[in-house]
């Protein structure tokens, strides 16, 4: 059974740190991994989507890594901002199939960034 | 961009009241998704459907029901609305190819 797992669940970084979160997973059969954000109240935004055959993935300041081998991906953001503090979380997609693709989501980041 | 919309961010119901959440997607996509998402808990699927009147049943279908009968929209029906059905229920829709999921605003249920 494939399980998700970030660490560690809460960080609070100074503004401007370059920094990275953390997911693993148990099963490196994956089609692929994705990471969102959540802010407070509010549904989840994707951020990146790796596919399996992919290393990495970047948009602006956030670049993800994956290691399928290891069972690990990292998200590092660099130049951080107090508007990147949010719940971040990883969710991988179980091998592909045509019926639906359930993805399993670690339990997040809660990253807060200090002016 | 893609764009999924939730009726309702805020609903307030009452024990044993039938309860619909809406959610409309944009993109043509095959794949809908309905989580609830709760403090500790993380986010659990309920059900989702790949195809127009498909559906599956996810990790905690318990009183709840779905309804697609359009490509664009896929329905959450609480029969009988109960206490520990309060939580954040979050939508989300994804091209079969890809997988990659887009998620609505959620809408917050609370039930008295």
């Known amino acids: 059974k494939q399980e998700v797992t970030q660490i560690p669940a809460a960080l609070s970084v100074p503004e401007g740190e370059n920094l990275v979160l953390n997911c693993s997973f148990t099963?490196?059969?994956?089609?692929?991994l994705q990471w969102f954000r959540q802010d407070p109240g509010k549904g989840l935004t994707s951020l990146l989507l790796?596919?399996?055959?992919?290393r990495e993935q970047t948009s602006g300041r956030l670049n993800a890594s994956l290691d399928k081998s290891s069972g690990r991906s990292t998200l590092y953001i660099a130049a951080s901002q107090p508007g990147d503090s949010a719940t971040y979380l990883c969710?991988?997609?179980?091998?592909?199939?045509?019926?639906?693709?359930?993805?399993?989501f670690g339990q997040g980041t809660e990253l807060s960034v200090k002016p | 961009d893609v764009k999924v919309t939730q009726s309702s961010r805020y609903l307030v119901k009452r024990t044993g009241e039938k309860v619909f959440l809406e959610c409309v997607q944009d993109?043509?996509?095959?794949?809908m998704f309905w989580y609830r998402q709760d403090p500790g808990l993380g986010l659990r699927l309920i059900y989702f459907?790949?195809?127009?009147?498909?559906?599956e049943k996810g990790d905690i279908p318990e009183g709840y029901s779905v309804s697609r009968e359009k490509k664009e929209r896929f329905s959450l029906i609480l029969e009988s609305a109960s206490t520990n059905q309060t939580s954040m229920y979050l939508c989300?829709?994804?091209?079969?190819?890809?997988?990659?999921?887009?998620f609505g605003e959620g809408s917050r249920l609370t039930v008295l």
């Open positions: 459907s790949y195809d127009v009147k498909m559906k």
């Open positions: 989300a829709s994804s091209l079969a190819l890809t997988g990659e999921l887009f």
């Open positions: 099963d490196s059969a994956i089609y692929n």
């Open positions: 790796i596919q399996s055959s992919q």
């Open positions: 969710a991988v997609r179980r091998g592909f199939d045509n019926q639906g693709g359930k993805l399993i």
């Open positions: 993109m043509d996509h095959e794949n």
